[in-house]
């Protein structure tokens, strides 16, 4: 039962023993030890919609997972072309712009001879494009400067652990993922005539910024 502490506590013998409150405050904490054991557990990932008799709002992780917000910049990936190629046409634009310095590309120039479409209209293509997970401050720069709609942060998943640095180096193998992606305004789709084609004027993919 509550009682009122008095405003000397050298006069009151309880307060001055500790054992009512000692005894008080094991209780709160068998009862919630008791609730939280026996207690049916929501396991609802926003932990603040939770409802039950368990208050424990841990939320078990890798079994249950936080989703993501829409706009969260996960870890980075190379966009494929319809022929599995990346779009990137090694402009270093990424590159130039990453306030980290954490991208790497090397260029190359694609065989005048060949035959695809593709290699016809573009000059040049990374050879070696990496990137540093580690020294990465995530802004979404590169993904916003890219012309070609080549480099995005939409995996929703954060850089894994590793047990050495060299993990957190990401190569055209580990970067080059997803579905292909190829818009009416890339130069090797053949168009009837030279009036511009319809697209969206920002693209949400390359302005992950804007609403």
Known sequence: MAYDASRDPRQDVRERIYLPEL???????????????????????????RKGRSLVTTVQYPEERVPYPPGYRGLHRL????????????????????PAQCIYIEAGEYDPGDAAAESR????????????????????????????????????KHAPSEYTRQGFVYDIPKLLQ?????????PWNRRDGSKPPEHQELEPHARISED
Do not use: W
Not at 79 to 98: F, I, L, Q, S
């Open 23 to 49: 005894i008080r405050g094991l209780a709160v904490t068998t009862r919630h030890f008791l609730r939280n054991l026996f207690g049916q557990r929501d396991t609802n990932v926003n932990v603040l919609n």
């Open 79 to 98: 966009v494929p072309r319809e022929d599995g190629k990346p779009r990137c046409v090694a402009c270093y634009m990424c590159a130039t712009v990453c």
């Open 121 to 156: 209209v573009i000059e040049k293509f990374p050879t070696t494009f990496v990137i540093d997970e580690l020294r990465c401050i995530v802004c979404g720069f590169c993904v916003e400067a890219c012309p070609k709609d080549a480099i995005r942060m939409d995996t929703s």
């Open 178 to 186: 997803g579905p292909p992606v190829s818009h009416p305004s890339d």
